[in-house]
């Protein structure tokens, strides 16, 4: 078997990656401990926008409503309803997959262009409707999620998930679901089908399958993953804003799978943490370069993009694969 198709290869890599989280646990400083499930749980977001930019093609403008569905159904039944973590992250995966059903369902109808501003269309009468209902979302000002609702119970064990350590396994855990869900995924008939419907849907068409069906079916399992990203930043963080629902947030994960390759299972984490880093780390060299000079950390962002973009036109792990290690998933 070719190492371009060997699954041993493949999970054997994402096991390597998942075991290195794992052991940073144990070496990383106190601040980046903290980045670092932060930046787990918001990769798990960028895994799910990839999975439909990515894998299908499909530009979206509106997964900011997918993520903040989880966010507001996990922290609107613990706030609210006094709901504890398992019942709320679930309440978040049920929001997500209705309402990624329902968008889907039409916004699937356009193409191109036209699918973009629909989406996002969408994703913008969300974030007003969550002020509309300010009464329970109280709009930019958000919920604070309890310290004492933040635990749980399994198997005998009581889990507190504002201890920095259990947060950062807990979100670990998360993303390593994800990882293996999404590598099994786009090795799978139906991740070809998704790749085929990419590159030429018409000619899937005459092959006999539903593009239309296969394509719904990848907004859901997307909508899915994002909410479950949306669930876990309200229960590990304790926070539910109305920010998570603006147009902000459907535009990062694009840059994140962008930054990190596109079509690639280990870009969205790549370029979520690479991102995270240039945007906290310039603010400090810029103090130090000039001190007296009030600049913005986006500019150094923006130059490093940019250089990305000419030395790295298919992301960081794209390029890698197209021009040195070919069989990276």
């Known amino acids: 078997m070719s190492g371009e198709s060997s699954p041993a290869k493949h999970y054997g890599l994402h096991a390597a990656l998942i075991a290195l989280l794992a052991v940073l646990a144990f070496l990383l400083p106190e601040y980046h401990h903290g980045v670092f499930a932060r930046v787990m749980v918001l990769a798990v977001f960028a895994m799910g926008y990839n999975l439909l930019f990515g894998y299908a093609g499909l530009l979206s403008l509106g997964h900011a409503m997918f993520f903040s569905a989880g966010l507001y159904g996990a922290g609107l039944t613990m706030v609210h309803l006094g709901w504890g973590v398992l019942p709320a992250f679930a309440a978040g995966l049920v929001a997500g997959a209705l309402l990624s059903l329902a968008i889907g369902f039409l916004a699937l109808r356009t193409t191109g262009v036209a699918f973009m501003i629909v989406t996002m269309m969408f994703a913008q009468v969300f974030y007003l409707a969550l002020f509309y209902f300010g009464s329970w979302t109280r709009g930019d000002e958000g919920l604070v999620i309890a310290q004492g609702q933040r ?9 507190d998930l504002t201890s920095p350590v259990t947060r950062y396994f807990a979100a670990l855990a998360l993303f390593s679901l994800v990882l293996v869900v999404t590598l ?15 590159e030429n849907e018409e000619r899937t068409r005459m092959l006999g399958f539903d593009a239309f069906a296969n394509k719904l079916a990848a907004t859901v399992l997307s909508g899915v993953i994002c909410a479950a990203a949306g669930a876990a930043y309200a229960i590990l963080f304790g926070y539910v804003g109305a920010t998570f629902a603006s147009i902000q947030y459907s535009i990062l994960p694009l840059l994140w799978v962008l930054l990190g390759g596109a079509a ?12 995270f880093y240039l945007i906290d780390s310039s603010g400090d060299l810029l103090k130090a370069w000039l001190p007296g000079w009030n600049l913005s950390s986006l500019g150094i962002v923006g130059v490093a993009l940019v250089l990305l973009i000419l030395f790295f036109p298919k992301g960081i792990l794209g390029t890698v694969r197209e021009r040195w290690v070919r069989w990276l998933p």
């Not at 635990?151 to 064990?157: D, I, M, N």
């Not at 099994?184 to 990419?198: D, E, N, P, T």
């Not at 690639?264 to 991102?275: D, Q, S, Y």
């Open 184 to 198: 099994a995924v786009v090795r799978s008939r139906f991740g070809r089908v998704l790749v085929a419907i990419r």
């Open 151 to 159: 635990r749980l119970s399994f198997a005998g064990v009581d889990l």
């Open 264 to 275: 690639t299972t280990l870009g969205p984490l790549v370029g979520t943490l690479l991102m």
